[in-house]
């Protein structure tokens, strides 16, 4: 049995890049951008008026000139106009470009117009005022989004105004997930008194989707030829395969058998950790991962946030983040000398800290809590008692 540190070290120790593929900019949201995304001109492209008003020339305000006869009328999007007199201007909108002869905006508030004049109602303007200097936020050719960061409704954005209308993404893994056991009946059958609706796979499969993946399923009953033929060709065709179930001591459970007769190398078996305990991680050579999970809910949930996550996080690339840590709402005792993951609902403080409320459950098995929570949080094995204030690293879900 080995430790979470020394499970974590070695599972990101087979991160694998999957290579990249250019998709339409509006089906990019949630994938990792590949390559930086440049301006294909300067940002704002011209000088842009951010206020409806006047343009003028500031040398003319300088000379004491306070009325100005409306060479024309310019909306955002039209050509636009020079003054060729100094007491001239151009009535403007926002969002429209100005050409070097005007240098100022005075917005309409601070403006009296008849008769084809405009009046300055203040001497409060100052020399380039509410204008959005061309190029001002990026040059033509400037890194306006960085590679190996996840895409976002503002990059999206980004994209449209650059005229990036394919990004490239990292390509995402290949992934299967297979429950297996002959208790487990489809969800829209009536299971009988000793059985249970196959759910794992399902909830592996969301979580696995909020990560931009679109796993597929599959079930294998308690049958081990069955077992080494389906796992078989799944690690033929699939970069990773995440088990759920079939991975602990019991005398049908078939799986770590199976995958020993395929080659694929055990890396661990068991983790010093509650839930989750029995963990089974392994790799085929040069090929196929396997993320061997227990079977009960709790626990395959806790293993697939805090390892597997990671592992897609660190093979995409994504610059890792800062941990997230929060305080101990209260006491709590945890004997067992394992690591443990405790269900926490979050909230703040008036002293704006994040909380984690302890949840207490039934087990590993007990999976309506995760409905009512937001974290695990991760105790140390080399305690037993945990005071309220104390902090800890906590795993969303």
């Known amino acids: 049995m080995i430790t979470v540190a020394e499970a974590e070290k070695i599972i990101l120790e087979h991160v694998k890049a999957y290579g990249t593929e250019s998709i339409p900019f509006t089906g990019a949201l949630g994938r990792v951008l590949a390559e930086d995304m440049l301006a294909d001109r300067d940002l704002p492209p011209y000088n842009r008026a951010t206020m409806d008003g006047i343009a003028i020339a500031y040398a003319s305000f300088e000379k004491g000139l306070r009325s100005f006869r409306v060479k024309a009328t310019q909306a955002a999007g ?63 050719s400037g890194v306006v989004a960085s590679a190996h960061q996840y895409i976002t409704p503002a990059l999206i954005s980004m994209a449209a105004s650059v005229g990036c209308h394919h990004l490239s993404v990292k390509r995402l893994p290949r992934v299967m997930i297979i429950s297996s ?8 059958q009536t299971p009988s008194p000793w059985q249970l609706r196959r759910s794992n796979s399902y909830t592996l499969q969301a979580i696995l989707q909020q990560a931009g993946i679109i796993a597929d399923t599959g079930h294998i ?43 694929v190398r055990p890396l661990f078996y068991k983790v010093q950790q509650r839930p989750g305990k029995p963990f089974w991680f ?54 067992p ?26 087990g590993s098995g007990d999976f309506a809590n995760l409905v009512d929570t937001d974290a695990f949080m991760e105790l140390p094995a080399e305690r037993n008692n945990f005071k309220k204030g104390e902090v800890y690293r906590i795993w969303r879900f």
């Open 181 to 188: 056991g002959d208790e487990l009946v489809e969800v829209d």
């Open 221 to 263: 009953p308690d049958d081990p030829a069955i077992t080494r033929q389906q796992v078989g060709d799944c690690l033929q065709r699939y970069d990773v395969i995440i088990l759920s179930g079939g991975v602990s001591m019991g005398k049908f459970d078939y799986i770590p058998q199976a995958l020993e007769a395929l080659s």
């Open 78 to 140: 039209d050509t636009p106009v020079d003054i060729e007199q100094e007491d001239e201007c151009i009535e403007i909108m926002t969002g429209a470009a100005l050409l070097l002869t005007t240098d100022t905006v005075v917005r309409y508030e601070d403006i009296a117009i008849n008769n084809g004049r405009a009046t300055l109602t203040t001497d409060s303007i100052s020399r380039g005022q509410n204008i959005h200097p061309k190029g001002k936020d990026k040059k033509r």
């Open 282 to 335: 392994g790799a085929q050579e040069g090929g196929c991962l396997v993320f061997a999970l227990p079977g009960n809910p709790v626990s395959g949930f806790m293993c697939i946030h805090r390892y597997f996550l990671p592992w897609l996080r660190a093979s995409l690339g994504v610059t890792p983040g800062a941990p997230q840590y929060a305080v101990l709402g209260e006491d709590y005792q945890f004997t």
């Open 337 to 362: 000398d394992l690591h443990y993951f405790l269900q926490v609902r979050l909230h703040s403080n008036p002293q704006g800290q994040l909380v984690g409320e302890p949840v207490t459950g039934n």
